[in-house]
């Protein structure tokens, strides 16, 4: 009897504790394997070493990305609202803007607020991974006024139900002061350290010298612009006293869209004669203004499984139109009111030419070869599309009457996607430039 007494007296803790180690164990064993799954992620290249949140906040420099709530558009234009776990939310006002949500018979949209306004911070490449299927999804990307990111690509494409959220982002603070340069030589910003203005635009890419001009150091240019459609290079200098703090430069074009250079960091020291130059992978004409503000950098992370409301992908509609005017002419057109956010660039020439394709910037033209072929039988163009990336993009080829002047639409026989900013490649037509009326852009799967 005492030995049972004592046996039992020894158990009795063990006993006492066997059920909560029952319920912390498959816990602390569960929380393992996620941190070990998390930390395997992050050593994969698709993730680029990101930091990661399972609960879906994480603070980004001075700010917290937390999803508040995911909107994914039906076929019919109905949305399925949820909050980014898979739990369904009661339905509220549309976060997607009106005329993004008209086209939802081909465009499938998905509308993440992350709780944050616009001007908290700056978005810049986006991707959906689920590493289970190995699908890797480059949507393009924008966001709206409100602050919400809009993530937007051609129906036909499935995606999983829930996906990982990469994305690269500049977290900002409320007070950083934000100093606009409109694109005009002798244009500046001024603060209460000094001025930075801007002296010289240049359209392309050009050897410079330095030259001396009344004590101050100017560049100049020593050959003809290289790649003159897809860049420009900006000259500025600064007038005033040493500033301790890293600023910032990027330029936005004329969609709102910001472009950073390489060297995006300017550091301001005492006055100098030579001035500092920025590169921008834009053409002039698109550049609307420069934008300074204090630096920030780079920061990449990804929410976990993000839920993603589950709506029919089957296109009611199988491709978008978007006509544009040529009447046989040579030379560049541009279309962007067809669709919010989605521009549309073709440039024309007569006869068949080469070009090889790079994605450096908007995704560049190189001429291989100089001679015109056939250019009383064929036509070539250019095409670019911003802020979409279409499974498959035709093109209808329509005389002076609208009357099609081929059997089928022509197909890019060059074509290279840019990742979450669009798609652009040559198309070679079988009709003389002259019997061009207009050019039907087909979007869709």
Same mark, same amino acid.
């Given at each position: ?344 660039? $073709?440039?024309?020439?007569?006869? @068949?030419?080469?070009? %090889? ?5 908007? +995704? !560049? *033209?190189?001429?291989? =070869? ?34 099609? $002047?081929?059997?089928?639409?022509? @197909?890019?026989?060059? %074509? ?5 900013? +669009? !798609? *652009?490649?040559?198309? =070679? ?17």
């Amino acid at each position: 009897m005492n030995n049972n007494i004592k046996n039992l007296c020894y158990w009795r803790p063990l006993l006492i504790l066997f059920p909560v180690l029952t319920l912390v164990c498959p816990s602390l064993i569960a929380g393992t394997k996620s941190s070990r799954f998390e930390n395997y992620k992050k050593r994969l290249p698709q993730y680029q070493k990101a930091r990661s949140t399972r609960d879906h906040s994480i603070r980004v420099g001075p700010n917290v990305f937390k999803i508040q709530s995911v909107q994914r558009n039906n076929p019919d234009g109905t949305l399925q609202i949820e909050d980014g776990k898979g739990k369904r939310l009661p339905d509220s006002p549309s976060l997607i803007p009106r005329d993004l949500l008209a086209q939802s018979a081909w465009l499938d949209i998905i509308a993440v607020d992350v709780g944050l306004q616009k001007s908290q911070y700056d978005l810049g490449r986006v991707k959906l991974i689920h590493l289970k299927s190995d699908t890797i999804i480059y949507p393009s990307s924008e966001v709206i006024e409100s602050g919400v990111i809009i993530l937007k690509h051609v129906r036909g494409t499935i995606l999983d139900r829930s996906m990982d959220f990469w994305m690269e982002v500049k977290s900002y603070h409320e007070e950083d002061k934000v100093r606009p340069i409109p694109i005009k030589e002798g244009a500046s910003a001024s603060w209460d350290l000094g001025e930075l203005k801007l002296i010289q635009t240049y359209q392309g890419h050009s050897a410079f010298r330095w030259e001396k001009r009344n004590g101050l150091s100017w560049l100049v240019p020593t050959s003809q612009p290289r790649n003159p459609d897809n860049s420009c290079r900006l000259f500025l200098r600064w007038k005033g006293v040493r500033n301790q703090e890293d600023h910032q430069i990027c330029g936005v074009d004329v969609y709102e869209k910001k472009w950073f250079p390489d060297a995006i960091m300017m550091q301001f020291g005492k006055q100098q004669n030579a001035p500092k130059a920025i590169t921008l992978d834009i053409p002039l004409s698109f550049v609307d203004h420069l934008e300074i503000r204090p630096y920030s950098a780079n920061h990449r992370f990804f929410f976990e499984e993000m839920g993603l409301p589950d709506t029919d992908q089957t296109p009611v509609v199988d491709k978008f139109e978007i006509p544009v005017e040529i009447h046989g002419k040579e030379g560049l057109y541009q279309e962007n009111d067809a669709l919010s956010s989605i521009q549309l660039e $073709l440039k024309l020439f007569r006869g @068949t030419r080469s070009f %090889l394709l790079s994605t450096h910037g908007r +995704g !560049e *033209f190189k001429l291989s =070869d100089t001679k015109t072929k056939d250019p009383l039988t064929f036509s070539t163009f250019l095409y670019r599309i911003n802020g979409l990336n279409s499974s498959v993009t035709q093109f209808l080829i329509l005389d002076s009457l609208g009357n099609p $002047l081929l059997e089928k639409p022509v @197909t890019p026989h060059s %074509l290279m996607h840019h990742g979450w900013q +669009g !798609e *652009f490649g040559v198309v =070679d037509v079988p009709c003389p430039l002259e019997n061009l009326g207009s050019i039907v852009v087909l979007l869709g799967s």
